[in-house]
């Protein structure tokens, strides 16, 4: 009797299967899989969330405790060594997951948001508030954001993880606006929109069920864009002292690094391990969206010869 | 030439939002961190400079915010940028043009370099689509494009410069010499600049690659391009021609967008090499609290950003005569 | 007579992760010098890829399966790249649908003129310009537009101007992919004439593509009609049009009112094209025939001499050879599935 109720358990389970595989999602999923370059960049980064999630798991020291004696080099007590401070290498490394990552997503996601808002509205509304919208849009695109986030960091010095979060956002948003805006913009006339406002559908509404839909695939693409972003920016920032020092992040560790001339004075791996996990945070989410891009425009994939 | 109008507006839109940043941010920030900064000041300046500086950035003036702002504007296009508090008593407009050409000669010249490297590995790339080069050139140029730019940086440094020695490990020239126009200097600098413009190289021409690769996949697909074919045109002529030409072109509009990043990249690369160009003085400013300077070089670094977009527009309007009919 | 053009047993498949889809199969046909071939069918039954595979401009996932391109003695198919380039524009030339798409948009006409009459080893620069002038006045366009760039141009002229390119080396025979369909019903006229005209005149032949049969038939000298990548029916103009043999030539001319005559019910011919990977078992057509046969489901009708032309139905296939007949041709792996 168990075998016959597990067995259509499974047929259940694998009949949902193909039914999810067949839906939209599905697909995504599958064409994700298939995809040797999407496969690699989402393990690095489930690597990473898993790391963030459960730092104690693979770290046994704690980060910040200065107890070690200062600048070892790797052996097997310390993985990579210990800082000029006397701290775990390892463990702070494992341990700046966290931060590093939380801040790429959150800015990441939140640079999203605003591009959508305002390169769709702008788009929707059209004539003057488009007219205006678009200024402002390429204006911010223009205007170098680097230098633009360290002036607005300098003033603020050490104001915290939400300054630099508020900073990336700002200066992270214009890029994906302006192709949110084209985009919108041709899917304006379509026809499956003009039926939409002859149904008397109010303006929101067809923003939101009808238009956002469809233009999933590139929102999607500007997350991931807009996050590889604020890893790299927010790195650089607080390579430069302009975060929080305390904080536990990779951008930190390098801002110690660098002060303690870590490379000039023979601990290197202090200044090259945490530009290594940036590198590959970074890397993975540029791998999905290469991915991505071939997915949605199978033209750009490498040609295979096909077996007959 | 309505086009060329247009373009010179924005430049000066852009231009004035960033003057106006300056103004406004030292006056959002919760206790005008200006009023600090001003207390060095005090013992050292006096008169008219100090006036200029408490007027620029809203200290203890007397004047309303907007007489201070058309002052301000006032300064600005005559050249009064105040002094610069690292390098007292220099002037900042001093110091600026003496960090520009440092960084106008290594960001330049690296970042052309860049999209020409890149254009044309982008063209050959997507016009082999078979071969290994295909399928390992995008995924490659896509991880070290993910890279931050101070991190080649520093693994450069530490591979070339402090474990070969074949380098230099920083500034621009030795400090033994004085600057001076003479063979030698000149192969100090540029033995001096190989590192950091070797950076900024590798780290930007894979964005070029890849865009261009993307833009010759589609271009390859055009009617004209078979056209080409059909006439019998040589492969290398319906490269460059046909398919290159009108591929690059999205590329050059998308030039402005990518400086940002440039820009980005290339002060933090200054600041690993202590080369001593603007990027490198912007972080030194912010280290000093040197507000006049880092604003002041804030749109400096503006208004070279606009001219090479605009320089880029032009180069558009040339090569496609399609944005002529618009202008 | 001879033919200048030869087509034997043309095949093309296009690779696609399911497996390959017949888009052309077995096509055979002789074109004699100066004649003008129509090719007619509806919106993927293969024509544009046929003409595209005769000038072996063929690209990926597109790929020749079989056949052979016979062009003045030489086997086209088997050339290689720098024989076929000594080949193009000097005896062959193609005019494609969209002249705006065609012509190279960052260019003027008379470098896209200069281009091809370089590549061919022409380097007089005054030989050029007169040549391109001359062939802008042959199509009615005044010679200053070879200052022109293409969006500078309308879309007659640009068709004409693409018409004009063709014809720098007075070649044998000139491919035309739909060069009307982008265009309104008065130039469309006009450029049809103004082919003829030049076909007159210096005697070259044309295989014209197109989904328009009024067009044709009244500058056509022969009309192949094809259908899922095979031809059905192959006839001179004037027969065809007024006895069409297979049942979707019937179909497709009922479809057409006439201006004269009684008013008429239109008939259209039911169902849609079938997936070319997925081939019907028998004839191609008979999902939607009027005139289907039990065994119209089994066997695949091959060629019938009808007359002075051929037809691919069993209607008119010679008495007594249907029952047990096997297939034409070994379809590829993904048609034989569904055969089986």
């Keep these: ?122 788009a929707y509304l059209g004539g003057l508030a488009d007219g205006v919208l678009s200024l402002v849009t390429d204006v911010f695109l223009v205007l170098p954001a680097f230098p633009l986030v360290v002036v607005i960091a300098a003033y603020s010095k050490n104001g915290g993880d939400g300054i630099l979060i508020a900073v990336l956002v700002v200066t992270g ?33 067809v923003i939101v069920s009808e238009i956002l839909p469809t233009m999933t695939s590139l929102i999607v693409a500007i997350f991931l864009g807009t996050t590889i972003y604020s890893v790299i920016t927010a790195a650089g920032l607080q390579f430069v002292g302009l975060g929080n020092p305390e904080t536990l992040s990779w951008g930190t560790m390098l801002y110690w690094a660098q002060n303690n001339e870590a490379l000039q004075a023979g601990s290197p791996l202090w200044a090259v391990m945490p530009g290594v996990c940036i590198a590959m945070l970074g890397a993975g989410f540029a791998l999905l969206q290469y991915a991505f891009d071939e997915v949605s425009n199978p033209a750009l994939r490498p040609v295979r010869r096909q077996r007959r | 030439m309505r086009y060329v109008l247009r373009r010179l507006g924005f430049f000066v839109l852009t231009l004035w939002a960033c003057l106006t940043i300056n103004f406004v941010l030292p006056r959002l920030m919760p206790g005008n961190p200006a009023i600090a900064m001003m207390a060095k000041y005090k013992g050292k300046l006096n008169g008219t400079a100090l006036k200029a500086l408490e007027i620029a950035f809203g200290v203890d003036s007397k004047a309303s915010a907007v007489h201070q702002y058309f002052s301000y504007l006032g300064d600005t296009f005559t050249g009064h940028f105040g002094t610069s508090l690292t390098f007292f008593p220099e002037q900042v407009s001093k110091v600026v043009f003496s960090a520009l050409p440092w960084t106008i000669g290594l960001v330049g010249v690296t970042t052309v370099l860049a999209f020409a490297a890149g254009t044309l590995i982008g063209i050959g790339s997507a016009w082999r689509r078979n071969g290994a080069f295909d399928s390992l050139l995008p995924p490659f140029f896509v991880i070290v494009g993910a890279f931050p730019y101070f991190f080649l940086a520093m693994l450069v440094l530490l591979l070339f410069a402090v474990t070969l020695h074949w380098l230099p490990q920083g500034f621009g020239y030795s400090d033994t010499d ?76 998308g030039f402005a967008m990518s400086l940002g990043f440039v820009v980005s990249g290339a002060i933090l690369v200054e600041y690993v090499f ?20 880092m604003q002041t070089l804030f749109l400096f670094i503006t208004v070279a950003v606009l001219v090479a977009v605009l320089i880029m527009d032009f180069v558009t309007i040339v090569l496609d005569p399609r944005t002529r009919a618009q202008a | 007579m001879t033919a200048v053009l030869s087509v034997q047993d ?10 390959a889809a017949r888009a052309v199969d077995g096509v055979s046909f002789d074109l004699g010098h100066g004649e003008f071939l129509a090719v007619v069918g509806e919106s993927g039954c293969g024509k544009s890829t046929l003409l595209f595979a005769i000038a072996c401009l063929l690209s990926p996932p597109a790929e020749l399966a079989g056949g052979q391109v016979m062009f003045r003695g030489n086997n086209m198919v088997a050339m290689n790249d720098k024989q076929l380039r000594a080949l193009r524009w000097r005896s062959l030339s193609v005019v494609m649908q969209s002249a705006m798409n065609a012509l190279n948009p960052v260019t003027t006409v008379g470098a896209q003129f200069k281009d091809a009459m370089k590549a061919h080893g022409e380097r007089d620069k005054e030989k050029i310009r007169q040549r391109s002038e001359e062939v802008l006045r042959m199509v009615g366009i005044d010679p ?52 003829k005209q030049l076909q007159a005149q210096f005697g070259f032949a044309v295989i014209f593509v197109t989904h328009d049969m009024s067009l044709v038939s009244h500058f056509s000298d022969r009309v192949l009609v094809m259908y899922a990548g095979q031809v059905v029916e192959s006839q001179a103009t004037r027969p065809l049009f007024e006895a069409p043999l297979h049942p979707y030539t019937q179909g497709l001319l009922e479809a057409f009112p006439s201006v004269r005559g009684p008013k008429a019910p239109l008939e259209g011919i039911p169902g849609a094209p079938p997936d070319l990977s997925r081939l019907p078992v028998g004839c191609n057509f008979s999902p939607r025939c009027r005139k289907v046969m039990p065994a119209c489901r089994e066997v695949e009708p091959s060629l019938y001499s009808v007359g002075q032309g051929e037809v691919r139905c069993l209607i008119y296939a010679p008495s007594g050879s249907q029952a047990g007949r096997e297939p034409e041709n070994v379809g590829p792996a993904g048609t034989e599935a569904v055969r089986a």
């Excluded at chain 3, 068709?159 to 007075?170: E, G, N, V």
């Design chain 1, 1 to 122: 009797m168990t075998a016959t109720v597990a067995e259509h358990r499974l047929s259940l389970a694998g009949a949902v299967w193909q039914r999810v595989r067949a839906g939209a999602f599905g697909r995504l999923i599958g064409a994700v899989i298939s995809n040797r370059k999407a496969t690699s960049g989402l393990v690095i980064l489930l690597v990473f969330c898993f790391l963030a999630a459960f730092p104690g798991l693979v770290a046994h020291d704690k980060p910040n405790a200065e107890i070690y004696q200062p600048s070892l080099g790797p052996s097997s007590a310390h993985l990579l060594g210990t800082t000029a401070y006397g701290q775990d290498l390892f463990a702070q490394l494992i341990y700046s997951t966290r931060q590093s990552l939380f801040i790429a997503v959150v800015a990441g996601g939140l640079a999203t948001l605003l591009s959508v808002i305002i390169g769709v509205t702008s």
């Design chain 1, 173 to 205: 948003w214009s890029y994906g606006a302006r192709q949110l805006r084209a985009q919108a913009l041709s899917l304006r006339n379509r026809d499956f929109l003009v039926a939409a406002r002859l149904r008397g559908e109010r303006r929101w509404r």
């Design chain 2, 178 to 253: 004085s600057i001076r126009l003479s063979w030698h200097f000149i192969g100090d600098v540029l033995r001096h600049a190989v590192l950091p413009g070797l950076t900024i190289l590798v780290t930007s021409v894979g964005g070029w690659v890849l865009t261009m690769r993307n833009n010759m996949i589609s271009v390859l697909a055009e009617d004209y391009v078979r056209m080409a074919r059909a006439k019998g045109l040589s492969p290398a002529r319906i490269m460059f021609n046909y398919a290159g030409r009108n591929a690059v072109l999205p590329n050059l509009t």
């Design chain 2, 274 to 293: 202590d080369y001593p160009g603007v990027g490198y003085m912007l972080l030194q400013a912010v280290e000093n609290e040197d507000y006049a300077l």
């Design chain 3, 10 to 19: 043309l095949s093309v498949d296009y690779l696609g992760q399911g497996g």
């Design chain 3, 144 to 195: 200053v537009h070879l200052g022109s760039y293409p969006h500078q141009l309308s879309g007659g002229m640009r068709q004409r101007a693409m018409i004009a390119m063709a014809l720098l080396f007075s070649p044998e025979l000139i491919l035309m992919d739909e060069p009307t369909s982008a265009l309104d019903v008065v130039a469309q006229r006009s450029l049809m004439v103004q082919v």
